[in-house]
């Protein structure tokens, strides 16, 4: 404790730096209640106050949530892009079966058009060479040749035209049964590529899927 000098009234007052036992104890109990006040944000070493961290928390929420609305815009976008493209896809795969049915279809339609047209050139061509026989044939008379015997002749040069007729039929329908096989490998080729193309659309939407729930 330190005295002061004497003041204007003659009397020796008390230095600043003293203080009565009261004053102490209200001081102390002043500084316990400030201490208490700042909490987590006062320095025991120091007695510094840290910043208050609402409004910073406060403007990093706002912005979390902005994000959050965006991403959530973002994969809204993507599931209706998923949809548009499976809807799309469906759509192919129906066509694409739709087309496999019409083409195994107009195939044995062609096969059979095909041989009855070959059938009818060869059948006309047949009789174009029998009336022209039957014409040579009365030519031939004056040959001295009898109207039986080329008749004879006509009727076996037939047979071998009939007999080849049929060995041709009989090519003509292999050739079309290579085709129609032809056409189910096509077919079959159409499909792993379906089958394919479908893998492909499933990875694509699990990988949009995976990508919209990170």
Not at 104 to 114: D, G, I, M, N
Not at 143 to 160: A, F, G, H, P
Request: aromatic share 6%.
């Amino acid at each position: 404790m330190s005295w002061s000098t004497p003041n204007s009234s003659d009397r020796w007052g008390i230095d600043d730096s003293y203080s009565s036992p009261h004053h102490q104890a209200s001081g102390a109990e002043s500084r316990k209640n400030d201490w208490e006040d700042q909490g987590d944000f006062t320095s025991s070493h120091h007695n510094y106050r840290f910043p208050d961290p609402t409004s910073a928390i406060t403007e990093k929420l706002t912005t979390n949530k902005t994000e959050l609305l965006n991403l959530k815009k973002e994969i809204q976008t993507k599931e209706e892009a998923i949809r548009i493209d499976k809807r799309a896809f469906e759509h192919a795969k129906s066509e694409l079966n739709n087309a496999e049915a019409q083409l195994v279809k107009e195939t044995a339609s062609l096969v059979a058009t095909k041989g009855a047209h070959d059938t009818l050139v060869e059948e006309i061509q047949s009789q174009n060479n029998y009336l022209e026989a039957i014409r040579g044939a009365k030519s031939l008379q004056q040959e001295q040749q009898t109207w039986e015997q080329c008749l004879i002749k006509e009727n076996r040069k037939l047979r071998e035209e009939v007999k080849s007729l049929r060995k041709l039929l009989e090519d003509n329908l292999n050739h079309y049964n290579l085709e129609v096989v032809i056409v189910k490998k096509d077919i079959g080729v159409l499909k792993f590529e379906h089958q394919r193309r479908e893998l492909f659309w499933e990875n694509q939407n699990r990988n949009k899927d995976l990508e919209a729930k990170e």
